[in-house]
Every structure is written in C-alpha cells, then in structure tokens.
C-alpha cells in the first residue's frame, strides 16, 4: 500500500494550502485506519500536526496548528485531507501523512504507531 501525498507548494505568510493523502490500493480504507499528519523541517526531527481515529472522530492537533489546520477525510475518495489556513513560516516543512490500523489514542502523536506512510509534500510559507 502506497499513500500518495501531494498539494504542497510555495505560498504567502496568512496564505492557505490543502494537502491531499490518497491511498493506492483499492482495497485500502481509510475509514479502517487512524490517519495523522506529521512534519519535518531542515535540520529538525520529525513531528505531529494532527491525527484523527478511524471513524474520523478523535481528532487532535499540535497547539502550534489548533484553529489553523483541519484534519479531514472523504472515505468515498479514500483520501485523507489537511487544510492549512493563516499559514507561518515556522509551517514551512515536508508534510507526510500516515495511516496505521492500530494506532490507540494515547499514541495518535508518535510516528512509530504508524504502518503507512506517504512520500512527503513540500510545504514553504515566505514571510
């Protein structure tokens, strides 16, 4: 299974993005899975954004982002959305999205709980 992230780009500071997360297998649903978003910017480890549970539901975010980004999927796209508004330059980072089917709730912000990762979409946010 391959997750196909894409929507990155170069955007203004107050600008907005939505990346996109689509799943490559047919027989692959999200609706199965929790799904998180993660960054990594230069020089920096890897670290949360958001995540939500299987049902959609539980949603949680990195304070940084709250009111900011919204974690969202469509299960009859099988693809798993983050929109990013009144984005900084601190947002500027690869975004990578990952799925995993039993990632509980207390470990929805570690990377390690995640089988299914995409390749990265670059995101940069000039001031």
């Known amino acids: 299974v391959q997750l196909q992230a894409s929507g990155g780009g170069l955007v203004q500071a107050g600008g907005s993005l939505r990346l996109s997360c689509a799943a490559s297998a047919r027989t692959f649903r999200y609706a199965m899975y929790a799904v998180g978003w993660f960054r990594q910017a230069p020089g920096k480890e890897r670290e949360f954004v958001a995540a939500?549970?299987?049902?959609?539901?539980?949603?949680i975010y990195r304070d940084s982002v709250r009111g900011r980004f919204t974690i969202s999927r469509d299960n009859a796209k099988n693809t798993v959305y983050l929109q990013m508004n009144s984005l900084k330059p601190e947002d500027t980072a690869v975004y990578y999205c990952?799925?995993?089917?039993?990632?509980?709730?207390?470990?929805?912000?570690?990377?390690?709980?995640?089988?299914?990762w995409g390749q990265g979409t670059l995101v940069t946010v000039s001031s």
């Open positions: 990952a799925a995993g089917s039993s990632v509980i709730t207390s470990e929805r912000m570690n990377p390690s709980a995640y089988s299914y």
């Open positions: 939500s549970g299987r049902s959609g539901g539980g949603t």
